[in-house]
Each structure stands twice: as C-alpha cells, then as structure tokens.
C-alpha cells in the first residue's frame, strides 16, 4: 500500500431507485405492504484497481457507464454499497468546479467560502487571495456579486480557487473544457505541474486528446463493468471502439424508421426505391472501406427528362458533401426518358471512404450543363450508412466507379 | 475521530457567516432587523397582552416575563424549522463535495443562536426598564438555555435528515409547533389552568419546563411555577431532562445512519 494512492477492491454501487419517489408520507404508509418499491440500479459492478502514487490516472467511458459514480465514491460523496475503498493521502474533497459559490455574494466573499470548503481558514485565505485574483485575472470584479460574472469569470475563479487545494490526490472531472483558449493554457501549465510535483490526479474526461496528453494510465468503464484498466494508448482504442459500437447501433436503428427527409424538385421524375449493397451483393448499411459495393436506385418518370443525371451523395455531416458520384461527370449517358418510363441505376465500385458514419443523399436532376440544371427529385440525407475497417485516413482517390442503367 | 479540526471550524465559521450575509440581504436596515424584530413583536405583545388582555394579572413583571417565554420560544422553532430544510437547500454541497454533512445543520443551529443572544440583549434591556431586580438565580440562565438547545439540536438533527426522504416533515413540523405554542405556557401564566393534572401534564414537555424555569431564575421567583412545585418532588419531575437526553440521542444517532444517502436521496 506504500505506493499506492487509490486501492478500490470489488467495489459495488446500487442505488435504489424509487419507482414513484415516496417523498410524502402519505404514499409511503399507502406502499406500506412490502411490495417491491424499488428498481435497483447497479452503477457499478464489482470494480477493481490500484492507482500509485504519483500518476496521472484517466477514467474514461461513454454517458452513463458509471464514472462519475466511481468519483464520488473516491471523493467519499456516496457510500460503495459492496467493497473497500483505500486512499492513502488526503484528497480533494470536490467533484467539480465551484461548488458552493452563491451568486448572492461578492467574488470576493465567495473565494472565503469556497476556500473554506477547501479547509482553509480565514487567515491563510488571505495570505493566497492575491495569487487566486491573479490567475483568475479578475482583480476589478471581486467585489461585484457573482450572479453578475459571466460563466467563464465563475469557472476561472473557481479554478484558481481549486489549485490551492494542498492535497496529494486531485480528483477532476472534466475542467479544461471550459474558458477561452488562453485560459485552458494555463489549465494546462498547472497540470503539468502537478503531474511534475509527483501528485497522484484522477482525471475523468471525454476529451481523448486529454486523456492521450496528460494520462500514465486509463481505465475505461462501461455499463458499470470495468472493462480496461492499463496503458493509455490501449484504453483510447477500446472506447473510441465502444463509441463506435453504439453509435452503429443507433444509425441502424434510425435507418429503420426514417426520419422526416427534405424531399423537394418538380416531380418530373420520382426515386421510388434505393439501397446499398455491400462486397457479398447483401442489401445492408454497413458498408467495409475499400471493398466493393454498389447503390441501386429505382427511378420513374412522369414527364420529358433530356439528360437525367443521378447523383450520390456522401456527407460527414447533414451539410458538408464529402465525396459524390454522378453519370453528368462521368459523362456517362442514361439517355432522353418519357413519361412513364422506369429505369433502375446502379453504382458499384470500390467504397472510398475511411471508417465512420456518413449520411447519403440522393437526387435527380435535369442537367444541360454543370450550372444549368432543374431539379427533379431530391432527398436529402436519406439514409446514414457506417464504413468500417480502419485500413486508412481520409478518402481513397478512386475513378473505378462503374454505372449502369437497365431499362424496365 | 476528530470532529472539530482546523478545517471544521473554518467551514463553520463561513457557513455561519455566510448565513448572516444572506439573511437580511437587499434589505435598508440589513442586521438591524436581528434587533428590530423582537423589540416589535414585544411592543405587539405588550400592547395585546398587557393592555387589552390582561392575561397576566398577579404576575410580577407580566411584561418581561411573557418576552423572555416568546424569545426562547421563538429559539426553538426557528432553529428547528430552518434546521428541517437545511441539508437539502444545501444540496448542491452534499452531492458535490465531502464534508461533514452535521456541519450543516450545526451551522444553521448556531445563527438560530446567535439570534437568541441578540434577542437576550433586549430581554436584559427591559429587565432594567422593568426595575426587575437582578436575581442569583440568573446564573442558571445557561444552563436551562443549553438544555434547550440540545432539545432542539437533537430535534433539527432529526427533522432534517427525514426531510430528504419525506418532504412533508416540514408540513407536520408546522402543525406541531402550532398546536405545542398553545400547550405551553407561553402567553398565559401556569396558574391560569386550573387543573392540577392538566397543569403536570403541560409540565412535561421541556419547553414549558425549559421556560417556566427561565422565567423562574430570571424574571420572579414567585410568578413562574415551575416544575420541582407542579410535581412536589417525586421522580417524574425529572421525565422533561430524560426526554431532552432521548430526543438528542436518537436525533443524531438517526441522522448518523441516515446522512451516508444523502447524496443519492436528495
């Protein structure tokens, strides 16, 4: 234990969760029977690891996995329900920044009480008011009252508040977060040195870029389990993977009930059905980066249409088109369509695009020229589609894209 | 375990503080008021009770006597009722920082204190306005003060911990101390029930004890019964000192028990 800072051993955490919370008397000797009241929820389950002393320790995992559970386990804000917790050295005893400033009160009263929240007397708050209105650079607020400071003034002082906390194990949840650039500059100065003066930090964070920075070692937390606990790189892997996980998850879900799509051009011709079809021929939305696969779009017309030009578009985001395919510039003809006729297009070839989730749109167009063009049917982010393998960065430089046109 | 180490007292002392800070915030007469209020409500009292209704007839020094009952009364309900909601108006401490969570309600304990001591100065005030003679008894003010003061903290330990769970404790605390300000002698005079019985049962309770005897040891020795005459010796004179000793016991064991789930409950 001489090395060590943090001991958690099979640390459990359930809080029970009132199904209707009986904060009346009146319901409580009504649920007087002892029927089950309660949902237990399991935050944490059975969770073990050593932090030594002298570490920048990270705790990373998605919203809900538990984290900041284990934080106010650590901090001695919530009771484990199973298991023993050890910290050798004093710990900071706060969560988060500013906790306990009233806006009703100056600055300046606010830094007594804080710092007093802190363990200070009055006395030595006095001796370091200077240096925390200093690194704070707030010296002509003080003594205006703080519900008149804008929220990042609140956060530097609070910050620089917190720094003087003289204990051997800082607990942080996610700070650097806020402030200008030039403020979480100097975030980043005292946490070096800390880590330099050889204080043991508990970081939680959803900043990776943190996380790979400043951490020796990572756990990563995942529905309550602790599923990782070692070298940085390792951690980052595994929940950059867990991220991806759910967010798969989620687009497939949303695939399946499409949301409300922009749908707009003048009806001379109409997309009545699309897919994606992956390297196997598999109707799906998991597509592999750099593998074969092919967009098939069924399309009728109800007018006169010279030049259709169908497009595919690939987006990063609803706004920004990343990568498109088209028949106008691959000079690729469909040929003049009538009223009634029905055409199915396909595009196949190689998927260009790295690992990630992008949103398609769809569309055709009448198109005389680049600039000179109607539309006709256009369906904006239609679908999302998730590329995997990580094989490279970025886009593939591809014109092996292949289209067809069959006649129906 | 240490309870009162360097960084306790500092906590308190700012919690305390910032407590006075807040209370008469956005007001002109800002602490004025700590004196302002019971000097109103006693010239209130002297106007009700001692001009129209002569409740106190044949009782020395009626006036004072009736202020310094409505002073230590007005001690404990304050303190019991700000204690009942303490902890969880606190509550963005208790779910984000570690601290002693009875520092809490300790603090709002002592600004219901700090008050009594202030309104104590008026009481002494009109004492001398009174020509009440100063009695030796006097010196045993503290002592009945402190009981009352753990009857009430053991009280505000209890009320405030089973608020986080129910909130309609702060309801029936209400309630309570309505129905306890009538059962206590506090604008009538002991001798006014005429029931002997009713007389012993109303001494009781600690409050009327806690009062009587003040009243007793401070104003007049021969207008406030107290309880050793109520009883004429016997050991049920001592159940109000066993109840104070119960209530204080049990309210801090409970909220002991209780304050680990604060932070989850709140």
């Known amino acids: 234990m001489d090395d060590l800072a943090i001991k958690v051993e099979h640390i459990s955490k359930i809080f029970r969760l009132p199904h209707e919370k009986n904060t009346s008397i009146k319901s409580a000797l009504i649920n007087f029977t002892p029927r089950k009241r309660f949902e237990m929820q399991q935050a944490l389950k059975d969770v073990s690891f050593e932090v030594k002393k002298g570490e920048f320790f990270g705790i990373i995992g998605r919203n809900g996995s538990g984290k900041s559970t284990m934080l106010k386990l650590l901090a001695g804000i919530y009771s484990p329900t199973e298991g023993i917790l050890q910290i050798n050295g004093k710990l900071t005893p706060f969560i988060e920044l500013g906790v306990g400033f009233n806006p009703e009160l100056t600055g300046r009263e606010n830094v007594y009480l804080n710092g007093a929240l802190l363990g200070f007397n009055r006395r030595e708050m006095q001796a370091m008011y200077k240096d925390i209105v200093e690194f704070a650079e707030l010296e002509r607020f003080m003594d205006q009252k703080l519900k008149n400071y804008s929220s990042g003034m609140q956060v530097r002082l609070a910050f620089s508040i917190a720094i003087r906390a003289k204990s051997d194990i800082l607990l942080i949840d996610e700070v650097l977060a806020v402030g200008d650039v030039n403020f979480q500059r100097k975030c980043i100065g005292v946490f070096e040195d800390l ?41 980052i892997d595994l929940y950059n993977k867990l991220n991806f996980e759910a967010e798969r998850q989620r687009t497939e879900s949303e695939n399946k009930s499409p949301r409300n799509v922009k749908r707009f051009g003048n009806g001379k011709a109409r997309i009545d059905s699309y897919h994606f079809l992956n390297e196997e021929g598999k109707k799906t939305t998991r597509l592999s980066a750099a593998k074969k696969f092919s967009v098939e779009i069924a399309i009728s017309f109800h007018g006169e249409v010279k030049n259709p030009a169908i497009g595919i578009m690939f987006k990063k985001n609803p706004q920004e088109i990343l990568y498109g395919i ?35 749109s769809l569309s055709i167009t009448d198109a005389r020229s680049a600039a000179n063009y109607s539309e006709l049917d256009l369906l904006d982010n239609v679908l999302k589609i998730n590329v995997e393998g990580r094989d490279y960065w970025g886009t593939l430089a591809t014109d092996n894209i292949k289209l067809e046109v069959t006649k129906q | 375990m240490r309870y009162f180490t360097k960084q306790n007292r500092a906590l308190l002392a700012e919690l305390v503080r910032t407590d ?33 209704f002569p409740l106190g007839k044949g009782v ?3 006036p004072v006597y009736l202020l310094l009952g ?12 700000r204690s009942t909601t303490a902890i969880v108006e606190r ?26 001591l202030l309104n104590l100065l008026v009481v002494v005030v009109f004492l001398i306005f009174n020509h009440v003679d100063l009695l030796r008894t006097t010196l045993w003010l503290p002592l009945i003060l402190l009981e009352v003061y753990m009857f009430a903290l053991g009280l505000s330990h209890f009320l405030a911990a089973a608020y986080v769970k129910y909130r309609d404790v702060s309801y029936i605390w209400e309630v309570i101390m309505q129905a306890a ?30 009062i009587q005897d003040a009243r007793y040891a401070a104003v007049t020795h021969s207008g406030s019964k107290t309880i050793y005459q109520v009883f004429n010796g016997g050991w049920y004179e001592y159940i109000p000192f066993l109840i104070v000793l119960v209530v204080f016991v049990f309210g801090l064991v409970y909220f002991r028990k209780e304050s680990k789930y604060f932070a989850e409950n709140i």
């Open chain 2, 91 to 116: 509550g963005d401490l208790i779910r984000k920082i570690r601290i002693p969570r009875w520092l809490i309600v300790l603090s709002s304990s002592l600004s219901a204190l700090i008050n009594l």
């Open chain 1, 326 to 360: 088209n028949n106008f510039y691959e000079k690729f003809k469909v040929g003049q369509m009538k009223k009634g006729d029905r055409i199915k297009f396909r595009a196949s070839g190689v998927m260009p695009l790295a690992s990630g989730i992008y949103y398609v």
């Open chain 2, 60 to 62: 020395p020094h009626y």
């Open chain 1, 195 to 235: 880590k330099r003066a050889g204080r043991t930090i508990v970081f939680v964070s959803h900043s990776m870029g943190d996380v790979r920075e400043f951490c020796d070692r990572v756990a990563v937390i995942d529905g309550g389990d602790l599923l990782f606990c070692g070298s940085t790189e390792e951690g």
């Open chain 2, 181 to 210: 300000f009538y059962l206590t002698p506090i604008l009538y005079p002991l001798s006014k029930v005429k029931d002997v019985a009713f007389q012993k049962l109303i001494m009781l309770n600690p409050m009327a004890q806690t």
């Open chain 2, 20 to 52: 006075f800070k807040l209370r008469y915030q956005g007001s002109v007469l800002g602490y004025a008021w700590s004196l302002l209020r019971p000097l109103l409500l006693f010239a209130i009292l002297y106007v009700v009770f001692v001009k129209i």
């Open chain 2, 70 to 81: 409505i002073v230590i009364w007005n001690f404990f309900m304050e303190m019991t009722t």
